[in-house]
């Protein structure tokens, strides 16, 4: 089955940077619509960032574009959110999803991995 494992999260600072990592196995990478969502405390779960599967469409929420970058290798089978500029209102848990549309909402990816939080302290 498809499994689909995040790592990177942790605590930083505000203005700091994190990099997370999404490992899949189970599927066709490569032919995959890949995306990051958070859901912070209290809120609900909303986009972060997609990458369609040949990298040639890509997606950011408002609040996200030209601190986040999101990127995928193909070879290994992951993706990436490169986090940078952090706020404190950044701080969620970020999920890793695989197989919806690039820029659409949460329901249209039937693939999550299991979340990783990320802390950003003022």
């Known amino acids: 089955q498809v499994q689909l494992v995040e790592s990177g999260g942790g605590l930083a600072q505000a203005g700091g940077s994190l990099r997370l990592s999404c490992a899949a196995s189970?599927?066709?990478?490569?032919?995959?619509?890949m995306a990051w969502f958070r859901q912070g405390p209290g809120k609900e779960r909303e986009s972060v960032a997609a990458?369609?599967?040949?990298?040639?469409?890509?997606y950011y929420a408002d609040s996200m574009r030209g601190r986040f970058t999101i990127s995928r290798d193909n070879a290994k089978n992951t993706v990436y959110l490169q986090m940078n500029s952090l706020k404190p209102e950044d701080t969620a848990i970020y999920y890793c999803?695989?197989?919806?549309?690039?820029?659409?909402?949460?329901?249209?990816?039937?693939?999550w991995g299991q979340g990783t939080q990320v802390t950003v302290a003022s």
């Open positions: 990458i369609k599967w040949n990298s040639e469409e890509i």
């Open positions: 999803a695989a197989g919806g549309t690039v820029g659409g909402p949460a329901t249209t990816y039937d693939d």
């Open positions: 189970g599927l066709t990478f490569k032919y995959y619509n």
